[in-house]
């Protein structure tokens, strides 16, 4: 198994451009998550799944969008982005949320600088 | 924000010392994890203890959990230098399915 894959590991954007991380795991895992990672704030949860078809919104959800068409990928759209989200984004996935909530499995990262 | 609270933010000890540490968190929860986070990369589970647990083992993993003060702790025995890391608790909030993390420890152990 790949276990969860990102891509791309780093990217470059300018305000105002939108695109999308791409997120995947391979363990039939229904529970998928994003975070953002930024220094001294820890990790804080965007958008989170329990299956396909079902989203709901985290902490942070401003300024981002998710779709869950298939168990296997959770894409994270930046609509527009800002100077605010650069940051480290992380997906993670688990078989299932709660309770009681199983270990969580986190994808290498993604590296997005807005300028 | 429901975010957990890890103590201390920075922890740097000697090899062979043991490290504590501690985690607050804000509502009622299922059962507490800790994550280690080896720098740059993605977040590795390390231990999971249910609400209705107290203390538990891994190895040289101990932790703690005190559900009347919201608190766990994680103490690490006999550290390596290959400890080194960022160690993070993680809890659903009562009744949802968020996972929250906390703000995370930075432990440096030094050979």
């Known amino acids: 198994n790949a276990g969860v894959t990102q891509t791309p590991k780093f990217q470059v954007l300018k305000t105002g451009q939108s695109m999308t991380l791409q997120c995947a795991q391979d363990?039939?895992?229904?529970?998928m998550s994003w975070y953002r990672q930024d220094p001294g704030m820890g990790l804080r949860l965007i958008h989170y799944?329990?299956?396909?078809?079902?989203?709901d919104q985290g902490e942070v959800p401003n300024g981002y969008n998710v779709s869950r068409s298939t168990t296997e990928d959770f894409p994270l759209r930046l609509l527009s982005a800002a100077p605010s989200q650069t940051s480290v984004y992380f997906c993670?996935?688990?078989?299932?949320?709660?309770?009681?909530?199983?270990?969580?499995?986190f994808g290498p990262g993604t590296r997005l600088l807005v300028l | 924000s429901q975010q957990g609270e890890e103590d201390p933010q920075a922890l740097s000890i000697q090899e062979g010392e043991n490290a504590t540490m501690n985690c607050s968190y804000k509502?009622?929860?299922?059962?507490l994890q800790w994550y280690r986070q080896n720098s740059g990369r993605g977040l590795v589970h390390l231990i999971l203890?249910?609400?209705?647990?107290r203390e538990k083992h891994s190895g040289r993993l101990r932790v703690t959990l005190d559900t009347s003060k919201k608190s766990s702790s994680l103490l690490i025995t006999a550290s390596r230098a290959a400890d080194t890391a960022s160690y993070f608790c993680a809890y659903l909030q009562g009744g949802s399915e968020k996972l929250v993390f906390g703000k995370g420890t930075k432990l440096t152990v030094n050979p």
């Open positions: 799944s329990v299956g396909a078809g079902i989203t």
């Open positions: 993670a996935s688990s078989l299932v949320p709660s309770p009681p909530s199983e270990t969580q499995y």
């Open positions: 203890i249910r609400s209705n647990e």
């Open positions: 363990m039939n895992h229904e529970y």
């Open positions: 509502t009622s929860i299922n059962n």
